[in-house]
């Protein structure tokens, strides 16, 4: 009976340390499930806000880019450009061609309507004036024939040489007063005519090559070009979270291996 009890005694502690290994090795399963479930939502977390900010950010979409290729001040037409409009992943050079001009008359009507209701009585006023209202119709002319088919390769020689005159016109009428008049006076109102001014040249310098922006465009697309800021996107997102997945499997595997 004796003899008995310390084999009985040793089954028991054996009972005993099995029973709380496997009750250890429960309780780490069960805690790094959580610690995994988490890092996975605080993962998905970040990732959601990264490409929010990504998508919010002032970069230029290729779009852009291509549109202001043929630009003889390319730089300064990606900032002003990007500045001006907002475009969406479908957009092509054609489309940012057509937002410009909605942008440029928009921003040109606010001018208009500011400035008339100063009462200024210099010639130079009155003048520059009348040159943006000038531009204003002209670039309302250019719209709608552009909102009817915005496809521009569409267009035959004539149609393309009569969009060319509408708003190359509305580019001088527009220079008439940055360039001349404006300089003559002082009115708050004004100030923003420079910009509009800018972003027509660049919608005029697209148009006179616009077969060559959406050829650049489609070749951009054809090699990645629209989707290579999101692949640069993921690779940072796996190299991120991966060497931590790392970590924690094999913390769990030594751990249930002393357990």
Do not use: H
Not at 56 to 66: G, K, N, R
Not at 117 to 133: D, H, I, K, Y
Not at 154 to 162: K, L, V
Not at 209 to 230: H, I, K, M, P, Y
């Amino acid at each position: 009976m004796d003899s008995a009890n310390p084999t009985f005694n040793s089954d028991r502690k054996s009972r005993r340390l099995q029973s709380v290994r496997t009750r250890n090795k429960i309780i780490i399963i069960i805690f790094f499930s959580l610690i995994i479930v988490l890092a996975l939502i605080i993962g998905g977390i970040i990732i959601s806000l990264v490409q929010k900010i990504n998508s919010q950010s002032p970069y230029p979409s290729v779009a852009i880019l291509e549109f202001c290729t043929v630009s003889y001040s390319e730089f300064s037409c990606i900032n002003s450009v990007s500045a001006a409009i907002k475009t969406r992943s479908n957009t092509d050079p054609n489309g940012v061609f057509f937002l410009s001009l909605k942008t440029s008359l928009k921003q040109l009507s606010g001018i208009i309507l500011a400035a008339s209701n100063e009462t200024r009585p210099e010639p130079a006023f009155v003048n520059c004036l009348t040159s943006l209202g000038r531009a204003a119709g002209r670039l309302g002319s250019m719209l709608d024939a552009v909102r009817v088919n915005p496809d521009l390769e569409a267009r035959t020689t004539d149609q393309r040489r009569e969009m060319s005159e509408w708003i190359g016109g509305a580019a001088e009428d527009l220079a008439v007063c940055v360039g001349g008049d404006m300089r003559k006076v002082e009115s708050m109102a004004l100030d923003g005519a420079a910009e509009v001014a800018a972003l027509v040249g660049y919608s005029k310098e697209f148009l006179a090559s616009s077969d060559v922006a959406n050829e650049n465009f489609r070749f951009a697309l054809a090699n990645g070009g629209g989707s290579r800021n999101q692949i640069v996107e993921d690779l940072i997102a796996v190299s991120f979270f991966v060497p931590q997945y790392f970590v924690l499997a094999l913390l769990f595997c030594l751990l249930l291996r002393i357990y």
